[in-house]
């Protein structure tokens, strides 16, 4: 039975039920817990700095009432990086490659930040929708454009992502296939295609990273407009 490149992104069933929800339950237990000792060891450490040097970054052009979503956007962003990165092992799922899940972060994350505008500063959050300065004539149209944009925003993050993990899933596996068919035909030809093979590994990953820090950026960027 000949499989479809598209199947590596149907969720694995298990006696019939779905394993999305184990592998986005998977990440948290992966990860050490901190204990109340003095010293810890190297990794819960480094895992330390690193939460704190990201929520630091992330932190830093907003006020002090969107500090208030330090945890919740660094905990996205760990959660992010650890599925797309465990998308890569062979014989995984990965769940962010499915639009429904992300447009599940996208849509309520961006709601919540138009509402917290609408209520605290209702003035301004109305306000980007109109740039000053618009000539008369044109203010209807411009209202309807930054209205659709800004509707649009959490399509795009949901988009974004799946389409960028997508897209290089498919490519190492054609790329992979192609390694295969060829290894017993042209030989020299194959091992070529193998170290191209590679450097996609080795980008993928750097994308699995990127796309999940885009995402979290773009959530923050959202939020200093309305805070």
């Known amino acids: 039975m ?12 298990y006696l019939g039920i779905p394993l999305i929800a184990v592998a986005i339950a998977l990440p948290w237990v992966l990860f050490p817990t901190p204990s109340s000792r003095w010293i810890n060891n190297r990794l819960i450490t480094l895992q330390g700095w690193f939460v704190s040097r990201f929520t630091n970054q992330l932190m830093l052009p907003l006020n002090v009432g ?8 660094t905990s996205l962003m760990v959660f992010l990086i650890t599925i797309n990165m ?5 014989y995984t799922f ?3 490659t ?5 447009m599940g972060f996208a849509v309520p994350l961006w709601l919540s930040t138009v509402i917290i505008g609408m209520r605290n500063q209702p003035t301004v959050a109305l306000g980007h929708l109109l740039p000053e300065g618009t000539p008369i004539p044109l203010i209807p149209v411009l209202i309807i454009i930054e209205t659709i944009s800004l509707l649009i925003r959490p399509l795009a993050l949901g988009v974004r992502l799946t389409a960028n993990l997508t897209a290089g ?6 790329i992979a296939t192609a390694v295969f068919v060829l290894l017993p ?3 020299t030809v194959a091992i070529l295609t193998a170290a191209v093979l590679f450097l996609l590994t080795l980008l993928e990953v750097a994308v699995a990273m990127i796309q999940a820090y885009v995402f979290v950026l773009l959530l923050s960027l959202y939020l200093q407009e309305n805070v």
């Open 66 to 73: 969107g500090h208030k979503w330090a945890l919740l956007l």
């Open 86 to 90: 465990l998308g890569l092992l062979p």
């Open 169 to 174: 899933h498919l490519l190492i596996q054609l």
């Open 185 to 187: 035909m042209m030989p």
């Open 94 to 96: 990965t769940p962010t």
């Open 98 to 102: 499915q639009l429904s899940l992300n």
């Open 2 to 13: 000949t499989m479809s490149f598209f199947d590596q992104f149907a969720s694995p069933l």
